[in-house]
């Protein structure tokens, strides 16, 4: 018997950090692949928030970023990586509610500080690596029960 | 009604008419609409029947079918379902009352305002909201293009809407069975004739989203009852007779324009959209998490809500003034209490009594593995194409028609672009070629290189850059 490797999509996109025009692209971008694949509408749905939360730390937080995705028929793999101020304590970080959002920031209707929760809450599976001063990178993956 | 495999859709085209303009192409939220040897052709399974592609038709080409008033004579008893929309198209001097006894005048035996349908479902929405722990937030189900645009473009919206069934299906199920009862006959033999704003309620008609069967028997356009309503009014006006009675109150009136149904409904943190392309955006939103902290979401396909629909006659603007002034007015003073009516009513009424399920039109192929493969290949589609969105193909932009490519549904050579620079590496082949000879011959190449020039007549000029 052989089995068939799955097939897998793989794509990278850019994000502008600051750039507030244009933040949400990318998750836009993501989620139309994701219906494009004809993934779950359900995971669709957990994937979209959590990318979007996810990108939007990189516009607010860092200088710049990415978004590598992966997908099969089994799984999508997000993975965001940023050049920027990295997060000094990962676990107050998740707490919903904690945010370091400037008023500025705030006055545009992001720093609620719920952005890590909202993101540990749809994934099946989250991943923080952060180096202070040097950026992070956020893994998560979905899977689509298929 | 048999809808297991085909959509109905009001919104046709006039062949005749068009002329391959692309104009429509480019305004579809949906992407319906492609042009193929010189005429536009609407995609079934995409069409919202939203009107979009009738209002911006410069050749008039977009067309809604719908009943005419014949259709009364198929029936024993007939029942006029006015939209709220209705009372906004006349002079401020002419009441709801008028326009109700004017349908009358007009033929039908009698009128069940959809607009005290839309007072019972502001109570029942507000029920609804009360209720804890329901999905937030909800999308209001009053306008059937919005419906069908969730089910194709935001599937994963589909459990936002709110389960309370539209004020016409409500007036409907009441409607029947009173008038079987006033006129002593079989509820089969009463016609229900919705008079409608929109294309989009004409299909609803026709082909209900959410429910079995359809409630309503026909739907009869407002710009086609327009004039000889107006001449009925005028008619009763000057013999001074009594009129028809009002059971709508103001704010099932002022569901007609964007902003109504909020106002009638009156809980929680709601906002109002109006505008397919509005709407759209809010929906992106609401598919990012960004709109959690909203309850309620009237969506409304048209800009401006039901006045703007594309089967009215008056300027929405001047009619959404006259809603607003009309739905000032207090309820008929001897009305029963809509809360005390709302409970009376068996709750199945007020249902769907089927899911209203994704049909999304996004996914490449049906089977994941394909699609994959497909997603792919539209990338490299997509960078052989120029990103004019300039429309010659017939599909609206550089990426619809990358999709229809991978969906073998188009040829890359539709692109003018493409085609082109095919056929100039061709030439350039071709000449190439025509210089290149067997050995054995070698000493004629230069006559047969001339002769190749003066055949083909390649122009050396640059080709100007894209
Ligand atoms: N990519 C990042 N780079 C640097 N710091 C980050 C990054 N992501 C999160 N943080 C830090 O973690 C905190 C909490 O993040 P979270 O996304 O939960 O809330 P927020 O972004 O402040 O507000 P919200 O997401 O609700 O708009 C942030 O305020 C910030 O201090
Ligand atoms: S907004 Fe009103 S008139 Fe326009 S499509 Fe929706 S229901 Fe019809
Ligand atoms: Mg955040």
Known sequence: MTIEPLEQLVQSFEIAGQDFSRAGEVSSKIRRILQQIGAPVETIRRTSVATYEAEMNVVIHAQSGRIDLSADRCAIQITVSDVGPGIVDLDLAMQPGYSTASEEVREMGFGAGMGLSNMARCAD???IDSVVGQGTTVKMQFRTNG | MEHENSVFHAVRLIEEKCRGCVNCIKHCPTEAIRVRRGKAEILDVRCIDCGECIRVCPNHAKTAIADSLERLRDYRVTVALPAPALYGQFDDQIKPEQVLQGLIDLGFDDVFEVAFGADLVSVLVRRELQKPGVIRPMISSACPAVIRLIQVRFPNLVDHIVPVCSPL????????????????????EVGLFFISPCPGKVSAVAEPVGYRTSAVDGAIPICEVYGPLSRAMRDRKAAGQPQARVRSSGSGIGWARAGGENQAVALGRQISVDGVHNVIDIFEDIERGKLSQVDYVEALACTGGCVGGVLTVENPFIARRRIRMLSERPGPEDAPGLEELVEAL???????DEPISPRSITALADDMEEAIRRVERLERVLETLPGLDCGSCGAPTCQALAEDIVRNEARETDCVFVLRKRVQDLAEELVELSSKLPPAMNHQQVDIASWADGVLRVEEEPAPRS
Request: proline content about 7%; overall charge positive; aromatic content about 6%.
């Open chain 2, 169 to 188: 299906r409500i007036a409907a199920r009441l409607a029947r069975p009173e008038a079987a009862r006033r006129f002593g006959v079989s509820p089969e």
């Open chain 2, 346 to 352: 068996d709750d199945s009424i007020f249902r769907h």
């Open chain 1, 125 to 127: 599976d989250l991943s």
